[in-house]
């Protein structure tokens, strides 16, 4: 099937197929059983994948805001080695993930802020946010980030994880005006205000992001794995 002008499947958590001017890219995949070091401890799904990754059609590149084991899948990341060749556009520092676990280097490409590649017909530029990095015992040795993806015609904005900043505003100008905007609203706390988003603040985000535009915004970072104190009701 020929990838939509502008279209959008979320597979849970914050795993997202893009579709944006005749190309995909698959953000943030996470297909695992568990988001921890351990295949025995740590938060499980709390529902199935809803297709398996087999059935997702080829993607152009794999984005990845950052480390956590949320958003960094050793499992998915095999699997997607293993079924295309699409490279995987990373913040500073995660490459190193990759090639531990086999990934060669010419599928990996990593980007400070505001740096950008061009992937078949679309700029993929890494973008600000506010969050933090690490896996196992060691934080902050890699970047985290957020995700412009620009075609001919539209223009997304993949949020990752992050809490709100003031930064959206600057992106909205200097990136947008956004078609549809991707921002997390679950796991959040009142002691992480800092790191994760409310989904009051995720609108706020949104209407920084787009502006007077009319775009979309498609909530992500909730319902599949529980990672916060809040209620799911």
């Known amino acids: 099937m020929t990838p939509a002008p502008l279209a959008l499947t979320w597979y849970g958590h914050s795993s997202v197929l893009l579709e944006v001017d005749g190309h995909r890219v698959l953000a943030d995949p996470v297909w695992g059983e568990r988001v921890s070091p351990s295949p025995t401890i740590g938060p499980r799904r709390l529902h199935p994948a809803p297709v398996p990754l087999s059935a997702l059609p080829p993607v152009d590149a794999v984005v990845l ?80 980030s957020s995700w412009v993806v620009t075609g001919p015609a539209h223009r997304a904005f993949f949020g990752g994880d992050t809490g709100y900043t003031p930064a959206f505003a600057d992106l909205g100008h200097a990136y947008g005006p956004f078609d549809l905007t991707v921002l997390p609203i679950g796991a959040y706390s009142e002691r992480w205000p800092l790191i994760h988003m409310n989904p009051e603040e995720a609108v706020q985000a949104h209407r920084d992001l787009a502006g007077d535009h009319p775009a979309l915004l498609m909530p992500i970072h909730w319902a599949t794995f529980n990672l916060g104190f809040h209620p799911w009701v």
């Open 65 to 144: 805001s950052h480390d956590h084991y949320d958003h960094l899948d050793l499992p998915t990341v095999r699997a997607l080695l293993r079924a295309g060749d699409a490279p995987f556009v990373v913040p500073l520092g995660l490459g190193n993930h990759l090639r531990r676990w086999g990934v060669p280097d010419a599928r990996v490409v990593e980007l400070d802020w505001d740096e950008s590649v061009q992937v078949g017909g679309l700029t993929l530029t890494c973008t600000e946010a506010r969050h933090f990095s690490g896996r196992g015992l060691r934080r902050n040795t890699t970047l985290w």
